[in-house]
């Protein structure tokens, strides 16, 4: 049987409610079966990142974020690949491990603005669609205009919550001792807390 399933990949450093609400939003309105949650091993745009804390514990956190919604889904494919974590390559082992599946990949805006940076970014977007969601102030409708053919007919625009929120943000405010509580799920608020996450201001 045909399943809809999307890629919903990114650091993750931490995972917060804006990406929570964006994949609960972006499967309701695509009718996906199933939004995978992709932490990378090392974003290709982060490498040697001071403010990026291991993957195990991003994986962590995305786990316990996402704990509950039947929705969701968590892979950690990327982090036993380890390396540096390329979209194109984790597409082609989706697809070969699940042909039956159709997949599309969920991005930002500001995500969108890059992909020709991308690692093979024509091979990517020839093989799966891309649905993209509006991010605060991302200038989605000038830069779109300006990518070329191959990426906007493979776009979608998708409406979600355009919550003004960052992982970097949230960084900040753990090391500056300012409360998260209520902009992640208590249980991950709980995990950055125990491995003390964040605390170091290099990682803010």
């Known amino acids: 049987m045909t399943t809809r399933l999307g890629l919903f990949g990114g650091t993750f450093n931490p995972p917060h409610i ?18 995978l949650w992709m932490p990378a091993a090392t974003s290709p ?6 403010a990026t804390v ?17 929705r969701f889904a968590v892979s950690d494919l990327e982090v036993r690949r380890a390396g540096v974590s390329y979209t194109v390559d984790t597409v082609e082992a989706i697809r070969g491990a699940n042909p039956e599946q159709t997949l599309v990949l ?16 024509e091979d990517l977007v020839a093989q799966v669609p891309l649905a993209v969601y509006r991010r605060p102030d991302d200038g989605l409708g000038e830069e779109l205009r300006e990518l070329p053919t191959a990426v906007r007919t493979r776009v979608t625009v998708v409406d979600a ?25 208590e ?10 996450l964040y605390k170091n201001r290099a990682q803010a």
């Open 54 to 70: 291991p993957a195990q514990h991003r994986l962590a956190m995305v786990q316990l974020a996402t704990a509950g919604n039947p």
């Open 45 to 50: 745009f982060k490498r040697d990142d001071p």
């Open 187 to 196: 249980a991950l608020r709980k995990y950055i807390d125990k491995h003390g």
């Open 18 to 35: 804006a990406h929570l609400a964006v994949a609960e939003a972006l499967g309701e309105a695509l009718d996906l079966e199933q939004v």
């Open 106 to 121: 969920l991005l930002g805006g500001d995500s969108l603005a890059s992909i020709t940076r991308w690692h093979r970014w």
């Open 161 to 185: 919550p355009r919550l003004d929120l960052s992982s970097t943000q949230l960084r900040k405010s753990v090391a500056e001792g300012r409360s998260i509580r209520y902009l992640v799920p």
